[in-house]
């Protein structure tokens, strides 16, 4: 009888602690077929019901749409802020840039309350509470450390004498930036945004602060649907929001393995 080797425990042990985390989440899939009027499993048979009123309801549909270009502008924000922020850092390679990245990171550190009731004191003495600036804005903020990160990881590969060697032959700050940097960083910028975009399209808190009654993004909507009675529409916007994540994901891990093949 051959042994199990370490590497296969190790496999298996995170494949476990996956499946523990990932899991309970998919179990609101069978639910969202429900036949009852009430959450719950199917009870004679699996229905479309309330997948058919959840994509006629103008609610679900324009709370979709607001969830969607919030996320959108948002992304790109953190985005480009986060690119250049840590291109910033990996080109100055010193203890301050260290402290730099250090900040970026932050909101990543504090409790969503917390930085929710911060914003909200601010925002009320610039007048943004309830509109959707205040929202790209906060969510852009909240989403700058995983466009950080990611990219910081893809310039740590980054070879630094490619960007003195592009000088060298002339090329200006944006064409070396350009041409040399952000072609080699691509994956960590695409990963960063994907994180950056599921996390604005997921989050609640801010929105309920900030948001007032003006914005009823995806989330928001759910929220208040679980509040007022448990509709088994939830459980289909629960249900395409974990399909959706799944495929962003997929759609990136595809395009990481196509580009290193």
């Known amino acids: 009888m051959s042994k199990l080797q ?25 639910v969202s077929f429900t036949d009852t009027r009430y959450l719950a499993l199917p009870q004679e048979h699996w229905s479309l019901q309330h997948w058919q009123a959840f994509l006629t309801s103008e609610a679900w549909v324009a709370s979709i749409w607001q969830s969607l270009w919030i996320a959108v502008v948002s992304t790109v924000i953190a985005v480009a802020a986060g690119t250049l922020c840590a291109i910033g ?20 550190a504090v409790p969503t309350i917390v930085y929710a009731l911060g914003i909200y004191r601010l925002y009320v003495e610039l007048d943004l509470v309830g509109t959707a600036i205040g929202v ?34 002339g090329a ?6 350009r041409y040399v940097i952000v072609p080699n960083i691509v994956p960590g910028v695409l990963s960063g945004a994907i994180f950056a975009f599921i ?3 997921d989050e609640l808190i801010v929105v309920i602060f900030i948001g007032g009654r003006a ?9 208040d ?14 249900t395409a929001m974990i399909l959706f ?16 093949s």
């Not at 370490?6 to 069978?30: M, R």
């Not at 850092?89 to 990543?108: A, N, Y």
């Not at 990136?252 to 290193?260: N, P, V, Y």
């Open 215 to 223: 914005l009823f993004t995806l989330p928001r909507r759910m929220w």
């Open 89 to 108: 850092c990996w080109r100055l390679s010193s203890g301050l840039s260290e402290k730099i990245r250090s900040l970026m990171i932050l909101p990543m």
């Open 136 to 169: 790209i804005l906060a969510h852009a903020v909240t989403g700058l450390p995983f466009v950080v990160l990611t990219v910081s990881g893809s310039l740590s590969n980054l070879d630094p004498r490619l960007e003195q060697a592009a000088r060298g032959l």
């Open 199 to 201: 996390h604005s399209w």
């Open 225 to 238: 649907g679980i509040n007022d009675n448990l509709d088994p529409v939830i459980a289909v916007v629960a």
């Open 6 to 30: 370490p590497s296969g425990i190790v496999a298996a042990f995170a494949w476990l602690v996956l499946s523990f985390l990932a899991l309970p989440a998919f179990a609101v899939i069978p």
């Open 172 to 177: 200006s700050v944006r064409q070396t930036l």
């Open 245 to 260: 994540t799944l495929l962003v994901l997929t759609a990136e891990l595809s395009l990481r393995a196509r580009r290193a």
